[in-house]
């Protein structure tokens, strides 16, 4: 059974950073799309940053050159970094992943088959 549990929210000023984290406990396949997604109050779901096995990754144009995605796979664990944070941000961030089989994008468009249960990040002006 796949898991993915996110920690590392919580609540920062306007221009500071976090760091998120989502360790993944029983997936057993070695290629993967696995990604960050974010809803805000009201808002829809989206895609935030997403890294494939092949360390291939995308971000959401709103947050390019602010946050980094990226994945230590001797610990099986996924982090964001998120820099010069904006109101903007404030969300419940969830951890994602599904199998990535090389022959198309790991954007936040693919549906998700597994998903962490989230993690609230709010950010003050």
């Known amino acids: 059974q796949v898991q993915l549990v996110e920690s590392g929210g919580g609540s920062v000023q306007a221009g500071g950073s976090l760091r998120l984290s989502c360790a993944a406990s029983?997936?057993?396949?070695?290629?993967?799309?696995m990604g960050w997604f974010r809803q805000a109050p009201g808002k829809e779901r989206e895609g935030v940053a997403l890294?494939?096995?092949?360390?291939?990754?995308s971000y959401a144009d709103s947050v390019q050159g602010r946050f980094t995605i990226s994945k230590d796979n001797a610990e099986n664990t996924l982090y964001l970094q998120m820099n010069s944070l904006k109101p903007e941000d404030t969300a419940m961030y969830y951890c994602?992943?599904?199998?990535?089989?090389?022959?198309?994008?790991?954007?936040?468009?693919?549906?998700?088959?597994?998903w962490g249960k989230g993690t609230l990040v709010t950010i003050s002006s």
């Open positions: 994602a992943a599904t199998y990535w089989g090389g022959n198309w994008y790991c954007s936040g468009n693919v549906p998700m088959d597994y």
């Open positions: 029983g997936y057993t396949y070695r290629r993967y799309c």
């Open positions: 890294i494939d096995s092949d360390g291939g990754t």
